[in-house]
């Protein structure tokens, strides 16, 4: 017999999450107003892109708009493994115990603490395509922009998962938090597609792009742009998914069980 579902402790988890929530998007409210945020952030962001779309431009017909598309998703996949860092940040402030001892799982609170990233991510890439995309002849139309939008927001999604994961990797090791996450993201950008296709990069490193997130969104994304999103774009969006749950599980595992194992010790602190 199947178990019955706790209404009521469904409910707490995801309040749990909704608070953590609010607080990470309390503290990235301290970081940026939407001035800073405009002129700053958003400006470097689109910079980057458009410097890899003008690279484009001098490699030859229909380059700049490979690396444009493959740039701005890029974008979104990068604050997706930000949360790499951020999920260090309850060790960092000195929280962290007081979660470990609380009844709640701390992965809930480490899943939410970071959800600021994702919108933050989707804007930009949504952005960067809207703005450069007529600079590398990208043509967009209202139904291609809705699933455009929906696609970024599942890569964002499964780069935070893999974010996720690498965070709980470094817990213990705060100091190697932007080191992971910044080779991570590199590594992406290589096998992933968004600078140069994955037919020219052999089989070892194709191969590693398959499981990793980006690689599948990034060519649905694409089939949309091009005017033939299909069942193959399904497919894809499906595979991406499905990839992104995977490195969610991962990080779940990881958490629990430095939780169990601090619980059990009295380190309390993920620091043995």
Not at 63 to 80: E, I, K, P, S, T
Not at 220 to 244: D, F, M, N, P, S
Not at 251 to 262: E, I, P
Request: proline share 4%.
């Amino acid at each position: 017999m199947s178990r019955p579902v706790d209404t009521a402790d469904t409910y707490s988890r995801i309040q749990v999450m909704g608070w953590a929530a609010r607080a990470g998007f309390a503290d990235y409210r301290t970081v940026f107003t939407w001035k800073t945020w405009l002129l700053g952030w958003f400006v470097r962001m689109l910079a980057q892109v458009l410097f890899f779309t003008t690279i484009g431009h001098l490699l030859g017909p229909g380059q700049a708009r490979y690396l444009l598309v493959g740039n701005a998703v890029a974008l979104v996949a990068l604050h997706g493994l930000s949360a790499t860092a951020s999920t260090t940040w309850e060790l960092q402030n000195g929280t962290l115990p007081l979660l470990v001892a609380s009844p709640s799982h701390p992965a809930l609170v480490l899943v939410g603490r970071s959800l600021f990233w994702l919108p933050d991510g989707v804007a930009c890439g949504l952005g960067a395509v809207l703005l450069l995309g007529p600079l590398a002849d990208v043509r967009l139309t209202v139904a291609s922009v809705t699933l455009f939008t929906l696609l970024l927001t599942l890569v964002a999604a499964t780069s935070y998962c893999l974010g996720l994961f690498l965070g709980s990797l470094v817990l213990t090791a705060v100091d190697l938090r932007n080191v992971v996450s910044n080779a991570s993201f590199t590594v992406m950008l290589i096998v992933c597609g968004a600078a140069v296709p994955a037919s020219a990069l052999g089989p070892v490193l194709a191969g590693l792009g398959t499981v990793l997130p980006l690689t599948h969104g990034l060519l649905a994304i694409r089939e949309v742009l091009a005017g033939e999103a299909g069942l193959q774009t399904a497919a894809l969006a499906g595979w991406e998914i499905l990839i992104g749950a995977c490195w969610l599980v991962a990080a779940l595992l990881v958490l629990g069980w430095k939780a169990r194992r601090s619980r059990r010790n009295g380190a309390a602190l993920f620091l043995t």
